[in-house]
């Protein structure tokens, strides 16, 4: 269960796993904007603006999926403390909130042309503007403590709470009929997408996947090396040309 | 080519959408890319001054403890 | 087990009854707040009347979470908490206790001087009884939502203001349900729906809030 609690087998597996995940993006993304903006048709109904979707929809659905991460490696910090989990948690965090911006902002661009306004306060563009505030809630909470590691537990607890919105976000245009188009991706009986733009769907979705498991990889680099250097400084260590804050974003306690 | 760039009427929506994304994933992907060099090189600094007679390989050592206290 | 909770309940009460300052501010924020809005949107009946319900249930949910700091916080200044939580009754129950204290003193007397601030707003008269009921039904699930928010920013740094971060967003719901009980038996329209939910959200915060909250606690005497 603690595989990955060794940081050497952790760096081994990013090492490897990275370059694939950068490969894959830049495929990925050049066959998505291929399929998306040049080889797939207009929509009948909304004419060119359905290009907007393969921005969209993938963002929407990293912003979901990224928050999921995130509380699965906040459960995995209060059930088995594993180390790298919290790392993954902090990590992912920053990313997920960019998705979720970008998913918010593409909405608005796409429902200005197609409803005529920018915003509409309906059930499902409410639950993922809470998502988005989640996201800064955890974030900031995950970074309001001086000790290190005390911010561990509170930020975890957080992510699950925020749990209960994930479900609102999936089913909140079943629920509530609003302006916000029907689910037509995931649903019992199949998706109600013409194929020639589930094809650029499914490859920016990957795309996305792709850099975000390469971000993350960076990022929780990034983290390890913070989470020791704040390690160190709460123990009064400096590093020698003195840098005591700034790049780890958080003052030393002592 | 420039029906292209009109998108049917619409590039005011299309484009900018587009550009906003790209211009998140720019930056998201530089500041992770820096932060991890700036973090990791400070670590190794850290490791260097604790134990002057090592090189290299400060990824892979654990000198700071876990990482979760 | 129950006694204990009982205690706790009861020194909660005693604490701030005997103080009085904090249950009068929450209520006095409550009614200057919603004496700007009148000076803010206009004076007309008609633009207060669409309004009203909107301005009470926010203006609840912001004296509310104002007072979510005496929740935890005095306690674990002065390290009552940490013996609270050395005691062996669960701390979800401490937790119950004192949520259900907090709400005694805040989300009770908020929702009676709601129907007053209401007309004052002039919200029409067949709204006033699912305001009333909404509040008395979700101002317990803002308590204990409250609670958690409450105990994560134990220890941190500018820990009210990020309370008020936290807890918002988890309050949209009841917002949302509460605000459109009121608007639907203005409009005539059945508004039961709406009544089932708020209880159906209170009812659900009673197990799992404390649960949150108490493991939030304990966490900040690690």
């Given at each position: 269960m603690h595989r990955f609690a060794n940081p050497t087998r952790f760096f081994r597996i990013s090492n490897a796993?990275?370059?694939?995940?950068?490969?894959?993006?830049?495929?990925?993304?050049?066959?998505?904007?291929?399929?998306?903006?040049?080889?797939?048709?207009?929509?009948?109904?909304?004419?060119?603006?359905?290009r907007i979707m393969y921005i969209h929809v993938p963002a929407?659905?990293?912003?979901?999926?990224?928050?999921?991460?995130?509380?699965?490696?906040?459960?995995?910090?209060l059930?088995?403390?594993?180390?790298?989990?919290?790392?993954?948690?902090?990590?992912?965090?920053?990313?997920?909130?960019?998705?979720?911006?970008?998913?918010?902002?593409?909405?608005?661009?796409?429902?200005?042309?197609?409803?005529?306004?920018?915003?509409?306060?309906?059930?499902?563009?409410?639950?993922?503007?809470?998502?988005?505030?989640?996201?800064?809630?955890?974030?900031?909470?995950?970074?309001?403590?001086?000790?290190?590691?005390?911010?561990?537990?509170?930020?975890?607890?957080?992510?699950?709470?925020?749990?209960?919105?994930?479900?609102?976000?999936?089913?909140?245009?079943?629920?509530?009929?609003?302006?916000?188009?029907?689910?037509?991706?995931?649903?019992?009986?199949?998706?109600?997408?013409?194929?020639?733009?589930?094809?650029?769907?499914?490859?920016?979705?990957?795309?996305?996947?792709?850099?975000?498991?390469?971000?993350?990889?960076?990022?929780?680099?990034?983290?390890?090396?913070?989470?020791?250097?704040?390690?160190?400084?709460s123990r009064g260590v400096t590093t020698p040309d003195g840098v005591p804050n700034g790049p780890v974003g958080r003052e030393p306690a002592a | 080519m420039?029906?292209?760039?009109?998108?049917?009427?619409?590039?005011?929506?299309?484009?900018?959408?587009?550009?906003?994304?790209?211009?998140?994933?720019?930056y998201l992907l530089v500041g992770s890319v820096s932060a991890m060099r700036?973090?990791?090189?400070?670590?190794?600094?850290?490791?260097?001054?604790?134990?002057?007679?090592?090189?290299?390989?400060?990824?892979?050592?654990?000198?700071?403890?876990?990482?979760?206290? | 087990m129950i006694r204990a909770m009982r205690a706790v309940f009861m020194r909660d009460l005693r604490l701030v009854f005997r103080q009085g300052a904090d249950l009068a501010l929450a209520l006095a924020f409550f009614l200057i707040a919603a004496s700007l809005f009148p000076l803010g949107v206009g004076p007309s009946p008609e633009t207060l009347a669409i309004v009203a319900s909107g301005v009470v249930w926010v203006l609840s949910l912001l004296s509310v979470m104002l007072s979510l700091d005496r929740l935890f916080q005095s306690d674990y200044d002065d390290g009552a908490l940490e013996l609270m939580a050395m005691t062996a009754t669960p701390m979800a129950l401490l937790v119950l206790a004192k949520a259900s204290a907090h709400w005694v003193t805040t989300g009770l007397p908020l929702t009676l001087l709601a129907p007053v601030i209401a007309m004052m707003l002039n919200l029409p008269a067949d709204g006033l009884l699912a305001l009333v009921l909404g509040l008395l039904l979700g101002t317990p699930a803002m308590s204990l939502i409250g609670a958690i928010g409450a105990a994560l920013v134990l220890g941190a740094r500018r820990a009210s203001l990020l309370t008020a971060l936290l807890v918002l967003p988890l309050y949209i719901p009841v917002l949302i349900f509460g605000v459109s009980a009121v608007d639907a038996a203005v409009a005539g329209l059945p508004w039961r729906p709406y009544m089932l939910i708020l209880a159906a959200i209170s009812m659900a915060s009673i197990p799992l809030a404390p649960w949150a909250a108490g493991a939030a606690v304990r966490s900040a005497f690690q």
């Open positions: 796993i990275l370059p694939v995940a950068a490969a894959g993006f830049a495929v990925l993304t050049v066959l998505g904007l291929y399929y998306g903006l040049i080889a797939s048709p207009a929509d009948y109904q909304q004419g060119d603006t359905v929407a659905y990293m912003a979901v999926m990224i928050y999921a991460v995130i509380a699965g490696a906040s459960a995995s910090v059930i088995w403390k594993h180390p790298l989990a919290e790392i993954t948690a902090r990590a992912a965090a920053p990313v997920g909130l960019a998705f979720t911006f970008l998913c918010l902002a593409t909405g608005s661009l796409w429902g200005k042309p197609m409803w005529g306004t920018w915003w509409v306060w309906d059930a499902r563009l409410t639950s993922v503007l809470i998502l988005f505030f989640l996201y800064i809630g955890y974030m900031t909470l995950a970074n309001a403590f001086d000790e290190p590691g005390r911010a561990s537990k509170p930020a975890a607890i957080l992510a699950l709470v925020g749990v209960v919105n994930l479900p609102i976000i999936k089913f909140s245009v079943d629920w509530w009929n609003t302006l916000h188009q029907p689910a037509a991706l995931i649903r019992l009986d199949g998706p109600t997408i013409a194929p020639e733009m589930l094809t650029p769907l499914f490859l920016m979705m990957g795309s996305f996947t792709c850099f975000f498991i390469l971000v993350l990889g960076l990022r929780m680099r990034s983290e390890y090396a913070a989470a020791r250097l704040r390690n160190a400084m | 420039s029906a292209f760039f009109e998108m049917g009427g619409h590039a005011v929506y299309i484009w900018p959408c587009y550009a906003l994304a790209a211009a998140v994933m720019v700036r973090n990791e090189a400070m670590a190794k600094a850290l490791d260097v001054s604790r134990r002057p007679r090592s090189e290299g390989g400060a990824n892979t050592r654990i000198a700071g403890g876990s990482a979760d206290a | -």
